[in-house]
């Protein structure tokens, strides 16, 4: 699992993972699985969380998955996520500007892939 684009943001976002303050991640159904070919994640599935070096520095358990339209995603996952949001519409500013900057527009109805995680090694 990368956090992010590479530089950075993967270094904060890793940071937050690894700290026990970021327990939720976003993707977007059409670009990070159905582009890539890629299944969404399960329950119980362990994935290693890797740094900008591609170095493995954590495993995380899954420990929800929610499909949810972008438009719908509670303030609960938005929290969860660890990133000082302050409401979901800042949430939702923030992740629209994110992935139309990886060239994926996002409206209300699409669909948002809610990860819940533990660290369950490092």
Same mark, same amino acid.
């Given at each position: 699992?990368?956090?992010g684009?590479?530089?950075?943001?993967?270094?904060?976002l890793?940071?937050?993972?690894?700290?026990?303050?970021?327990?939720? &991640?976003a993707g977007? =159904?059409?670009?990070?699985?159905h582009?890539e070919? /890629?299944?969404?994640?399960?329950? $119980? %599935?362990v994935?290693?969380?890797v740094?900008?070096?591609?170095?493995?520095v954590a495993?995380?358990?899954? &420990?929800k998955?929610? =499909?949810?339209p972008f438009?719908e995603?509670?303030? /609960?996952?938005?929290?969860?996520? $660890? %990133?000082g949001?302050?409401?979901?519409?800042?949430?939702?500013?923030?992740?629209?500007?994110?992935?139309a900057?990886?060239?994926?527009?996002?409206?209300?109805?699409?669909?948002?892939?809610c990860?819940?995680f533990r660290?369950?090694?490092q």
């Amino acid at each position: 699992m990368e956090f992010g684009t590479p530089g950075e943001l993967r270094t904060w976002l890793t940071g937050l993972v690894l700290s026990g303050s970021k327990t939720a &991640t976003a993707g977007l =159904l059409p670009l990070d699985y159905h582009a890539e070919d /890629e299944e969404v994640e399960h329950v $119980g %599935e362990v994935l290693a969380v890797v740094d900008n070096a591609g170095a493995k520095v954590a495993e995380i358990e899954i &420990t929800k998955v929610e =499909l949810t339209p972008f438009a719908e995603v509670a303030w /609960e996952f938005a929290q969860a996520e $660890g %990133e000082g949001f302050r409401s979901t519409e800042h949430w939702r500013e923030t992740h629209r500007r994110y992935w139309a900057g990886q060239g994926s527009e996002v409206d209300d109805s699409t669909t948002v892939v809610c990860l819940w995680f533990r660290v369950v090694g490092q």
